[in-house]
């Protein structure tokens, strides 16, 4: 079965320094991972995703996130933040290649808190 | 621009009475999701739709129901609503089951009073 776990429900930074959201998963099958961005009463967006390849994915408004299969992480990093950035994030994984059920299965989330 | 449109974004019904959320797609995705999201937790999957074939999570409770008339249309259906349901309705969508990504559409925020 896919889980995953998101370290630190809460993270701030000030405006400038690296983010750095930490994300573990669990699964039977090689993953598909994903982070997806909330804004305050809005869906969700896609950030990034690893499938297959380059295990370093780089997606929009600046942020990467690595694959590390054997520490069992996907972490999402961005070199500097902008006050832009605060939001809720989640980190995802799928039922994965091949999957005849494609559900996706959610971390709890971090909220993102940018200082001035 | 293609995209999951949700309506309305914001919902307010009276305890007890039926209420409908829409969700539409211009994509022409064979699946789509329907996801409820409470404060400050994860998105739970409620139910999907493959096509034509409805799949429902074992923990979904039976007030909640789902249609799919068309590819592009689906609806969720909370017969009896309570205090306890009051969340945020994400739908999503994504091209095949073995997917690489859901998109999501801006999420209906149902208050029960």
């Known amino acids: 079965a896919q889980s995953v776990t998101q370290l630190g429900s809460h993270v701030s930074v000030s405006e400038g320094a690296l983010v750095l959201l930490r994300c573990n998963y669990s699964?039977?099958?090689?993953?598909?991972l994903f982070w997806y961005v909330q804004y305050p009463n809005q869906g969700l967006q896609l950030l990034l995703k690893?499938?297959?390849?380059?295990?370093l994915v780089k997606g929009i408004n600046g942020f990467e996130a690595e694959f590390k299969k054997s520490e069992t992480s996907f972490h999402l990093t961005k070199p500097s933040a902008h006050m832009s950035d605060a939001a809720e994030y989640f980190c995802?994984?799928?039922?994965?290649?091949?999957?005849?059920?494609?559900?996706?299965?959610f971390g709890r989330g971090t909220q993102l808190t940018v200082w001035p | 621009d293609a995209m999951v449109i949700q309506n309305p974004r914001y919902q307010v019904t009276q305890f007890g009475k039926p209420v409908t959320l829409s969700c539409s797609q211009t994509?022409?995705?064979?699946?789509m999701y329907w996801y409820q999201q409470k404060s400050s937790q994860a998105p739970k999957l409620l139910f999907h739709?493959?096509?034509?074939?409805?799949?429902n999570e074992a923990d979904t409770p039976d007030n909640f129901q789902s249609r799919r008339p068309n590819t592009s249309f689906c609806f969720l259906d909370i017969r009896s609503p309570g205090l306890g349901d009051a969340a945020m309705y994400l739908c999503?969508?994504?091209?095949?089951?073995?997917?690489?990504?859901?998109?999501f559409g801006q999420g209906t925020r149902l208050t029960v009073v």
């Open positions: 995802a994984v799928s039922d994965g290649r091949g999957s005849t059920l494609g559900r996706l299965y």
């Open positions: 999503a969508t994504s091209r095949d089951r073995g997917f690489t990504e859901a998109f």
């Open positions: 994509l022409n995705h064979n699946v």
């Open positions: 690893y499938t297959t390849g380059a295990t």
């Open positions: 699964s039977s099958v090689p993953p598909y």
């Open positions: 739709y493959y096509d034509k074939d409805f799949n």
